[in-house]
């Protein structure tokens, strides 16, 4: 999946998380509303775990489905491969919000 699939007319938000970040933990009930609000308004959502560090264990791939499913996501809940895209963005903590929009 790439952020032009998960985009829509009216932007994208993208969200730098993970399932083991205790300020995640915290958060898991506001970044499910944003991500419900963003399809209620039909904005893309992507939330994209770069926690490389756990890819092994708590944030495996296998995980992360089972940590979307529990959450009950209603967007694409992705793997960041060597934190490539949080490096390009400038991501440096969990969670972490950017909204993106079309130049007008």
């Given at each position: 999946?790439?952020?032009?699939?998960?985009?829509?007319?009216?932007?994208?938000?993208?969200?730098?998380?993970?399932?083991?970040?205790?300020?995640?933990?915290?958060?898991?009930?506001?970044?499910?509303?944003?991500?419900?609000?963003?399809?209620k308004q039909g904005i893309g959502c992507i939330i994209i775990?770069?926690?490389?560090?756990?890819?092994?264990?708590?944030?495996?791939?296998?995980?992360?489905?089972?940590y979307a499913a529990a959450q009950k996501l209603t967007c694409a809940y992705v793997v960041d491969t060597n934190s490539k895209?949080?490096?390009?963005?400038?991501?440096?903590?969990?969670?972490?919000?950017?909204?993106?929009?079309?130049?007008?």
């Amino acid at each position: 999946m790439s952020l032009n699939t998960a985009k829509t007319s009216k932007g994208l938000l993208v969200i730098f998380s993970c399932n083991t970040c205790p300020y995640v933990k915290l958060s898991e009930t506001r970044i499910k509303e944003l991500s419900d609000d963003c399809a209620k308004q039909g904005i893309g959502c992507i939330i994209i775990n770069s926690n490389e560090a756990q890819r092994a264990d708590e944030d495996s791939f296998d995980a992360m489905v089972k940590y979307a499913a529990a959450q009950k996501l209603t967007c694409a809940y992705v793997v960041d491969t060597n934190s490539k895209l949080a490096d390009a963005f400038g991501a440096t903590r969990t969670p972490q919000c950017f909204y993106l929009t079309e130049k007008v």
